[in-house]
């Protein structure tokens, strides 16, 4: 699964400092943990060239990928 939608453009290119960012492959390495302001943070790794960054998004917004989110980070729970 590509998760790449997760982060925005910008990012991206300022996770990935030698501009592989058109063909990095990013997944979510850590369930969101909550911050203060309604804010929701991750920790990602990208498979391409293993670079890191913590990616921060509205609780609402998390609440959208929160399945995939663990399903990636846990494994696929098939029910
Ligand atoms: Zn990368």
Not at 3 to 14: A, C, D, G, V, Y
Not at 28 to 36: K, M
Request: net charge positive; with cysteine.
């Amino acid at each position: 699964m590509n998760f790449n939608h997760l982060l925005t453009e910008r990012e991206t290119k300022q996770a990935c400092r030698n501009k592989t960012y058109k063909i990095c492959k990013w997944k979510p390495v850590s369930e969101g943990r909550a911050t203060a302001a309604n804010q929701i943070h991750f920790d990602m790794i990208c498979d391409t060239c293993g670079c890191r960054t913590t990616k921060f998004m509205h609780f609402r917004e998390y609440d959208v990928h929160q399945k995939i989110i663990k399903e990636e980070v846990y494994g696929v729970q098939s029910s």
